[in-house]
């Protein structure tokens, strides 16, 4: 089967070019300012964007916290995703029973997806506890195909700092990368009880008792350590935060191997939401919270800079009516977290292209090439180049559309850019050289979607321009 995408903005990974995409068999063979084979199926891209298919390296789908589940499982939200232009999400694992062994979340897990999604997938190992067996289990994860994992300084299974250290220089021994949620534990927790006890329990708390300070303290805790086990790789997760994103810039200039991902909720959305008249402000929950707003272009001028090289969604959804109503008294029983797998791509399209703030390399680089880089999929995936799987997005870069909840496809019974206005849409998502959406249309059945092995990571290759 061939496929032949013409006369497009081509999105390559250093310039941008007018031209054609010959696709053969799942892959790109050729681009070309004119290629004239005769093929299958020509796809008009004329006036359209022609970019790598996002990659969202920070999803929570089918997440079970407590009592709640999130309402996105794998084939809701991988279709959520497709509609959003992406061709491959990296989901993090939950974490399992107490005392259970890796690949029992990822036995877990591909229980979950198996046969479930639309579009390609891997998923983030995660720690929740440190001992020989474990750090020794870490290699044959990542033969795998799991080569980075996620510890979390918060939570049920937060993860102390010798053990941090000791996660961060196994996965830097076998490949892998350590992906960190960075919160000052003891202070957080001491906050909560202490608002809770003076009856502040309204959703504002939430963000009062995760103060910027609580992120910028174990980001630079993460760092140090990072240096300490001998330049481990570090990715940190969420950054909500400018100062945080500093601590990484030094830490970079340094030339130590540090990564940061920003989301589009702190991009986009700030702490006055906490403050919604009723009990909106419970719909903007989530950990780390949303900011004051003057971070937020502090953040864009990180991503600019290479600072920051991806932004990801963290999508973990939990209807407002049903469980994140469950806070309504106090914000503690409010399960965290939010949707976004379907507006990042226009989101950072709009705000980022259309405004002016970066140009299509850097969103293509942001949304697809370096999660990819980051994460083991490079160069089977998160670029436009011959060889590579020909997973593709066109973005029409003139479509106007005011975000409703009833436009998107994500399961969930709210979303937080409601009303949001933006320029640009993806109106085409391919996957392996199949078209997955088309036209608002989904073309394929769940367990179109595959697996992914994510190849270890070489940090040799981790260097220069992001
Ligand atoms: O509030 C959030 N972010 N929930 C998802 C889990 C996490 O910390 O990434
Ligand atoms: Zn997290
Ligand atoms: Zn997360």
């Not at 067996?133 to 510890?151: N, Q, R, T, V």
């Not at 990368?177 to 504002?204: M, Q, S």
């Not at 910027?212 to 570090?234: F, H, K, Y």
Request: hydrophobic residues 35%; contains cysteine; proline residues 4%.
């Amino acid at each position: 089967m061939k496929t032949l995408i013409k006369c497009g903005t081509v999105v390559l990974e250093d310039e941008v070019i007018l031209g054609d995409v010959l696709i053969e068999d799942g892959k790109i063979v050729r681009i070309e300012e004119k290629i004239n084979d005769v093929v299958d199926r020509v796809i008009d891209a004329e006036g359209k964007i022609v970019l790598p298919g996002g990659i969202d390296g920070h999803t929570h789908f089918n997440l079970h916290v407590g009592s709640n589940v999130t309402s996105d499982d794998f084939t809701t939200g991988t279709i959520a995703a497709a509609f959003g232009g992406n061709t491959a999400i990296v989901d993090h694992m939950g974490f399992g029973p107490k005392g259970c062994d890796l690949h029992h979340q990822a036995g877990v897990y591909h229980g979950y997806a198996d046969g479930k999604c639309v579009i390609d997938y891997g998923f983030h190992g995660v720690v929740q506890e440190v001992d020989a067996d474990i750090l020794e289990e870490m290699a044959s994860m990542a033969d795998d195909g799991h080569p980075s994992f996620k510890i979390y300084l918060t939570y049920d299974y937060k993860v102390e700092d010798a053990e941090a250290l000791k996660v961060m220089k196994r996965l830097k021994d076998v490949g892998g990368i350590t992906t960190v949620h960075c919160e000052n534990d003891a202070a957080i927790n001491y906050l909560r009880r202490k608002f809770v006890g003076e009856g502040k329990c309204a959703p504002k708390y939430h963000a009062l008792s995760r103060p910027e300070s609580c992120e910028n303290e174990s980001v630079l805790r993460m760092i140090t350590l990072a240096e300490a086990a001998g330049d481990a790789p570090l990715y940190i997760v969420h950054v909500s935060s400018a100062r945080s994103a500093q601590l990484i810039k030094e830490a970079r200039a340094r030339g130590q191997h540090v990564f940061g991902e920003t989301c589009p909720q702190y991009l986009f959305l700030d702490e006055t939401s906490y403050e919604l008249p009723g009990d909106e402000g419970l719909k903007y929950i989530m950990s780390p919270p949303l900011r004051d707003k003057s971070n937020q272009e502090k953040l864009w001028n990180y991503i600019k800079d290479g600072t920051l090289q991806v932004v990801a969604t963290d999508h973990c959804t939990f209807n407002y009516h049903g469980s994140k109503e469950l806070g309504r008294d106090n914000f503690t029983l409010c399960p965290n977290g939010g949707p976004g797998v379907e507006t990042r791509v226009p989101l950072v399209f709009s705000e980022g292209v259309a405004k002016g703030r970066i140009n299509l390399v850097k969103f293509a680089r942001i949304i697809s090439t370096n999660p990819a880089r980051l994460f083991g999929l490079y160069p089977k995936k998160g670029a436009l180049r011959p060889g590579s799987d020909a997973d593709i997005m066109l973005i029409d870069p003139h479509k106007e559309v005011t975000i409703t909840k009833s436009l998107l496809h994500e399961n969930v019974d709210y979303t937080p850019y409601e009303g949001f206005k933006v320029t640009g849409w993806p109106v085409m998502t391919m996957v392996r050289g199949q078209v997955v959406v088309e036209n608002g249309k989904l073309m394929q059945e769940p367990g179109y979607g595959e697996f992914q092995k994510r190849g270890r990571i070489d940090m040799s290759k981790l260097q220069g321009e992001f």
